[in-house]
């Protein structure tokens, strides 16, 4: 009974918010703070981030634990709204990501690498352009299957005549 009400609650002060929030600094960040509250909800998520992970993976333990759920909100409350994130990302986070980073991006890269061999050039496919695929710019590369090399010339000096 008690996750009927307290899970709404949850998602809503420590997802719906903070999403909120992050929308309204990226779209106007001169009126919210700009780059500090920027770098303040990026911290939020990074947080939002390792508790959602361990919370995947151990989560069926940790529910045993007394007042867990109460605590991970909690903890997600003050990152969120009482800056404490910059507290918490400075204090536990930020030297442990530091002294890993280089066998983090190694396992990312074997990871990567993985996926991109199982897919078969679909990852290449897709990071066309950083992420971001103009219409129709680079359609030979993002289509090959459905649209000519000349309609894909022709689009690509229209879209840079533009």
Known sequence: MGGLIFKPVELACT???PAWQTYKSLEHADKHGGEVVIRQQLMYWLIFAMIH????????ILQWVPLYSVIKFLVLCVACYLKGATIIYNTYIKEVLRNHEEQIDASLDVGVGYVKKKTGGTWERAQVNDGVLPPLLNCSLAHPNFLSQSDCQSASQSVSQS
């Not at 992970?53 to 069926?60: E, H, K």
């Open 15 to 17: 997802v719906a918010y």
């Open 53 to 60: 992970i361990v919370d995947s993976l151990f989560g069926f």
